[in-house]
């Protein structure tokens, strides 16, 4: 069964700089492209009100990011880990919210549990 367990997050100061992992259990993790996602604080998790961050093939091959973020953040994937990444450099104020990492297309059912980012003076 696959599962997506979610690590990495904390408090920042604006500048800062995080390294989310997303590690996934079972099989044909290199089967699918995979996404980042966040949840700002006070939006329920679902619809219009989840964000897309970022999202890379399933070879790793082709990368694509929210304007919000492109510059600042990179997305990178080691198949033969069953891991997905997240390096967050220049955190803003606006970054913060539970990142949650999903299929390209997600899967209701494969939501985890998210990791908190929190970026503040």
């Not at 995979?34 to 790793?60: C, D, F, K, L």
Request: glycine fraction near 12%; charged fraction near 15%.
């Amino acid at each position: 069964q696959v599962q997506f367990v979610e690590s990495g997050g904390g408090w920042v100061q604006p500048g800062g700089s995080l390294k989310l992992s997303c590690t996934a259990s079972g099989s044909r993790f290199d089967f699918f492209a995979m996404g980042w996602y966040r949840q700002a604080p006070g939006n329920q998790r679902g619809g219009n009100q989840r964000e897309m961050v970022a999202t890379i093939s399933s070879s790793g091959a082709w990368t694509n990011y929210a304007i919000s973020v492109k510059g600042r953040f990179t997305i990178s994937r080691d198949n033969t880990n069953n891991t997905m990444f997240l390096q967050m450099n220049s955190l803003k104020p606006e970054d913060t919210g539970v990142y949650y990492c999903n299929r390209n297309l997600p899967v209701d059912a494969l939501w985890g549990q998210g990791t908190q980012v929190a970026v503040s003076p």
